[in-house]
Nanobody, 115 residues
């Protein structure tokens, strides 16, 4: 299983970023996908999750109305569109999946929201 995130960077408050996670090594359309974030010294936080077909989506209260998770099963890719970013959104964002009885993580991409 390989998960490769991209799209992070430095953005000003109020700005937008779109994260991508390219997946391989498992049947992508058979599993739900999730985005997590972690700040150094704090616990990892579930940001958003999407079911295998995209019909069920959940968000953390802190990002509802600002972030949108989506997936393209033809491209084996899951996305996280982040709008109206706030300094408290600064973190390393990772995608995750749980095939074969264990959870897998990507290497993460840094998102920094600062003026």
């Amino acid at each position: 299983v390989q998960l490769v995130e991209s799209g992070g960077g430095l953005v000003q408050p109020g700005g937008s970023l779109r994260l991508s996670c390219a997946a391989s090594g498992f049947t992508f359309n058979a599993y739900g996908m999730s985005w997590y974030r972690q700040v150094t010294g704090k616990e990892r936080e579930l940001v958003a999750a999407i079911s295998r077909g995209g019909g069920t989506i959940n968000y953390a209260d802190s990002v509802k109305g600002r972030f949108t998770i989506s997936r393209d099963n033809a491209k084996n890719t899951v996305y996280l569109q982040m709008n109206t970013l706030k300094p408290e959104d600064t973190a390393v964002y990772s995608c995750s999946v749980m095939p074969f009885g264990r959870r897998y993580w990507g290497q993460g991409t840094q998102v920094t929201v600062s003026s």
